[in-house]
């Protein structure tokens, strides 16, 4: 029998303090506290991020240890996430990280917040089979869009990203043109599903490789409707559903071009989808369809691990831990970091 070992992950890299503890590969608590201050500005303050993670990262660590049923003691390693992200959001996680770890006598692990994403696909979960190496991971949030090659746990090499806006903000910036509330993804999604996909048509952006663009979509959407509520007030109300349908068809294009192209010049067909925009029924419809169009075998985790939480932090301390890499990264902060 191999020995238990207890890992803390703590994420702090964005607008949510998430605590989570793992015994091994299982995760024995996932806990996540948002921040609403965020929604009457229409996008994260990061000044207001930060102050709202100090008072969260107590009781969010103390509400994880005790759903899990341990105590600090028990403890054999703290993961953080060292970035990218908001610097002072990321000082908060990882200062209260590196103080625990120091007064416990036990190590703290730096994480890539982009490469725990991608390991939340490892946690153990019933219902979810791990994907094999290689394949490609499609990370798409309201803060990254990224196409990486996965040959092992900590090889990676990303093939494509976005140049500007996150696919999460070309959801939430189009809702915020649509007076939707904030973030508008969900919403949208919701009322997709309710309208015609083809009522309108918005241009594709032509970016080289598999990078992505959507800064053009916004811009886009904004001319069309500053043109349509000329000659019709109104607009907006009367066609809402048909325009979430359109916007949502569109993002999902551009995603589904990169995602074959990928498979293609890699001829890699396991593909593995994570951050909050994996949510997206389009995007998830879209790419299951790939399993019977082009051969793929594809891996969307458990919608808790696959927004912002510290179990994929937690899942990356463990395999780090196993790989014996645990100690071989500075643990200064970096909100660019890169992997
Ligand atoms: O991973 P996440 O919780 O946080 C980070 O940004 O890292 O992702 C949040 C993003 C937001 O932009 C939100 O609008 C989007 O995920 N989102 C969705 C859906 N659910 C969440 N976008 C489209 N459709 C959804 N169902
Ligand atoms: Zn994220």
């Not at 915020?176 to 904030?182: A, E, M, S, T, V």
């Not at 979509?217 to 359109?246: G, M, R, V, W």
Request: hydrophobic residues 40%.
């Amino acid at each position: 029998m191999s020995e238990n070992i207890y890992v803390l992950g703590i994420e702090s890299s964005c607008d949510d303090t998430a605590a989570a503890v793992l015994c091994n590969n299982l995760v024995l608590s996932n806990v996540v506290a948002g921040q609403k201050v965020h929604e009457a500005y229409g996008g994260v303050v990061p000044e207001l991020a930060s102050r709202a993670h100090q008072q969260n990262i107590v009781p969010v660590v103390d509400a994880a240890l005790k759903q899990a049923g341990i105590s600090k003691s028990d403890l054999n390693a703290v993961a953080f996430t060292q970035g990218p992200g908001l610097l002072g959001s990321l000082l908060v996680g990882a200062s209260f990280a590196k103080g625990l770890a120091k007064g416990m006598g036990i190590p703290a692990i730096g994480i890539n917040h982009m490469q725990g994403h991608i390991l939340a696909h490892f946690i153990d979960d019933a219902n979810h089979q791990s994907p094999t190496f290689p394949f490609l991971a499609l990370t798409i949030s309201g803060g990254h869009t990224q196409i990486v090659r996965v040959d092992n746990y900590f090889d990676m090499t990303i093939l494509g990203e976005t140049i500007d806006d996150a696919i999460g903000e070309a959801f939430d910036k189009s809702g915020k043109l649509l007076h939707l509330g904030y973030p508008a993804g969900p919403e949208i999604d919701k009322r997709a599903k309710l309208g015609n996909a083809k009522a309108f048509s918005f241009p594709k952006p032509k970016v080289d490789g598999l990078n992505f663009s959507f800064s053009g979509l916004k811009t886009a959407i904004l001319y069309f409707l500053q043109k349509e509520t000329q000659t019709n007030p109104d607009f907006i109300d009367q066609h809402l559903n048909d325009i979430c349908a359109s916007i949502q068809y569109t993002i999902v294009e551009i995603v589904m071009d990169k995602l074959i192209k990928a498979t293609k010049l890699t001829g890699i067909n396991h593909v593995a989808i994570g951050g909050g925009v994996s949510a997206n029924s389009g995007i998830r419809e879209a790419v299951r369809s790939g399993e019977n169009k082009y051969g793929w075998t594809t891996y969307i985790p458990k919608f808790e691990y696959t927004t912002d939480n510290a179990a994929m932090i937690g899942i990356a301390g463990q395999l780090k831990l196993k790989s014996g890499i645990s100690g071989s990264n500075n643990l200064h902060v970096s909100a660019r970091l890169k992997f």
